[in-house]
């Protein structure tokens, strides 16, 4: 897939394994769109003593347009979409942490694996990561008020821990399983999670729905509250499909099992699993 | 009868040469399901029921059309009504009371915005305060919905609807007959095509009124009363509108979110009847009009035959 839309997009390709973490936040469409190939070549991205510069580390062909790709696997490359607001940043390749930090909108496309803090405080768009992704997807950073707080995550694999620390709109699909603590302390917002639940999802969650497969272990301040043919299991089961066509989660049975939970908090959060 | 008429006769039926005067409303939709289209039908119908006049029950209601499973929110069978006011501000109560009272109680309901307009009124803004702080939210992309705790489950329902100020209310047209049951059969095969236009509603019991009313009464306190130049058993005793011979008038009003539904519909029932034409006692269609100084829609009857 490498060289796609070269025609419609720039391409930036990691000339060799950086020497320092790189900051891509400045890397989106809508950045770089007015900016000569002198400006981009010249725009700092490295973190460290010697800031790299674009051209330093990447090979860059093809024009300003709606979309960018980087090629290029490397955990040192951070905040990959951090900021997107518009267009498709697509990264052959893995990225390091705060990948599509604070996005507002347009797809962040990473085939590879994320590191954690994906998604941190994202408001709107659509990431989709076709491996893995780490601790604390969706999840809160020192200093800001919510986790994520809008639009849509797709990881195709596992994810890590604490996914939707402090989540307050937004959802977030796994096709593979969550780690431990999936939803803590979460407002508001879904996690899907089609593997199933690591142990203890939910820990001191206020709001939300926690919908999967299964869980490996409940914490006790969590209630049973019966099976039931849920019309916003329906709604949103619809919305998914709509809004990610493919991607989206398969649709779950017509009963499901409701927990209600964290009861240690106001306990209207919900973990929707297949009611048998 | 006025000896001037003008107009033209379409398969036996005179058709006159004279206009709809009709008024610029509010409107919004509200797409109702429920767990069979048996009792999305239920809940829609209570809730558009008392709906017939703007002026005496606060909104002109109606059911537009049954929806498929793929255009409900919720995938199961439901309905789309529509309600129709004198400003947004009016619409708000009505919708509030109608879907509070007759959806919300309805068994297995829900309902979700059926008009996507930039204005946006309260759907389940109010009717979600039943839930005494055991309801919560789910907001998916724009649109935020609340699932209310109730006996049979959760109502669910978004918490806005669109709303428009390009609608309109009170195109109409006057069927006369010198046969009631066949003038019947043809008013209800003209509502009945109408209902296949999208976006109109007609409010009216059946979709049909008997009761077709002028502006002013010789009595205080009201604001409309008989339209005695139809009523045929004042033909003589009233400046009659009605040629001897016709025995019962009926009218269809038609309320849609634009101008074009209102004409499309009119056009369609215009054509129910005149297609069924004298061989079931029509012999006339006309419509209700004010001179054209108070309605800001005129239909012409011979443009839309």
Redesign the interface.
């Known amino acids: 897939m490498s060289g796609q839309n070269l025609q419609n997009g720039l391409t930036f390709r990691l000339k060799a394994p950086a020497t320092e973490r790189l900051d891509l936040s400045g890397v989106s469409p809508a950045k770089l769109a007015n900016l000569s190939s002198y400006d981009i070549a010249s725009m700092k991205v490295g973190m460290g003593r010697h800031a790299l510069t674009l051209g330093d580390a990447f090979d860059i062909s093809g024009s300003n347009g709606d979309t960018i790709t980087i090629e290029g696997s490397g955990a040192s490359l951070d905040f990959a979409g951090a900021g997107l607001c518009s267009g498709t940043l697509r990264i052959i390749g893995n990225v390091g942490t705060y990948a599509g930090r604070k996005m507002t909108g347009g797809k962040l496309e990473i085939r590879g694996h994320a590191g954690s803090y994906l998604a941190s405080g994202m408001t709107g768009g659509l990431i989709h990561v076709s491996g893995n992704a780490s601790d604390n997807l969706g999840g809160i950073l020192s200093g800001d008020r919510f986790g994520m707080a809008?639009g849509t995550v797709v990881v195709e694999g596992n994810i890590g821990a604490r996914a939707g620390d402090k989540m307050r709109?937004g959802?977030i699909v796994v096709r593979g399983q969550t780690g431990e603590g999936a939803g803590t302390r979460m407002i508001?917002?879904?996690i899907w999670a089609e593997g199933g639940f690591g142990p203890a999802p939910g820990y001191m969650m206020r709001?939300g729905?926690l919908i999967g497969s299964k869980v490996e272990r409940l914490l006790p301040t969590f209630v049973d509250c019966g099976r039931?043919?849920?019309?916003?299991v329906?709604?949103?089961g619809?919305?998914l499909k709509a809004?990610l066509g493919d991607l989206a989660p398969k649709p779950m049975p017509l009963f499901v099992q409701k927990i209600a939970g964290d009861m240690a908090t106001i306990g209207?959060g919900e973990i929707l699993l297949p009611a048998g | 009868m006025s000896e001037t008429l003008k107009g033209k006769t379409v398969n036996g039926v005179f058709v006159d040469d004279t206009f709809a005067e009709a008024f610029g409303m509010s409107g919004t939709g509200i797409i109702i399901t429920a767990d069979s289209m048996k009792w999305a039908k239920i809940a829609a119908v209570t809730a558009t029921g008392f709906g017939t006049s703007v002026i005496g029950c606060g909104a002109e209601c109606g059911i537009d059309r049954e929806l498929t499973l793929d255009e409900t929110p919720d995938g199961r069978p439901g309905v789309r009504v529509l309600m129709f006011g004198f400003s947004p501000d009016a619409l708000i109560g009505q919708v509030k009371n109608r879907i509070g009272q007759c959806v919300l109680t309805s068994p297995g309901s829900a309902c979700y915005a059926g008009l996507d307009a930039p204005m946006k009124i309260g759907l389940g803004k109010a009717p979600r305060f039943f839930g005494d702080g055991f309801q919560t939210a789910k907001k998916l992309g724009d649109s935020r919905y609340w699932r209310v705790p109730v006996m049979d489950g959760e109502f669910v329902i978004e918490e806005t609807t669109g709303c428009t100020t390009d609608a309109v209310g009170g195109g109409n047209m006057l069927i006369v007959g010198t046969d009631r049951a066949g003038l019947l059969e043809a008013t209800e095969a003209a509502v009945e095509a109408i209902s296949k236009i999208d976006d109109v509603i007609t409010p009216f019991p059946g979709g049909i009124v008997r009761s077709g009313s002028k502006v002013g009464t010789k009595y205080k306190g009201m604001f409309a009363s008989t339209n005695d130049a139809f009523c045929p058993t004042l033909r003589g005793a009233t400046k009659s509108e009605l040629a001897a011979g016709s025995l019962s008038v009926l009218e269809i009003v038609i309320d849609g979110l634009t101008s074009k539904n209102v004409a499309d519909a009119m056009r369609v029932g215009l054509k129910a009847v005149t297609d069924i034409g004298a061989k079931k006692g029509v012999t006339r269609i006309t419509a209700g009009n004010y001179g054209g100084k108070l309605g800001q829609h005129h239909y012409h009857l011979k443009d839309l035959i």
């Open positions: 809008g709109r959802t508001g917002g879904t709001r729905t039931h043919d849920l019309v916003i329906r709604v949103l619809r919305y809004t209207k």
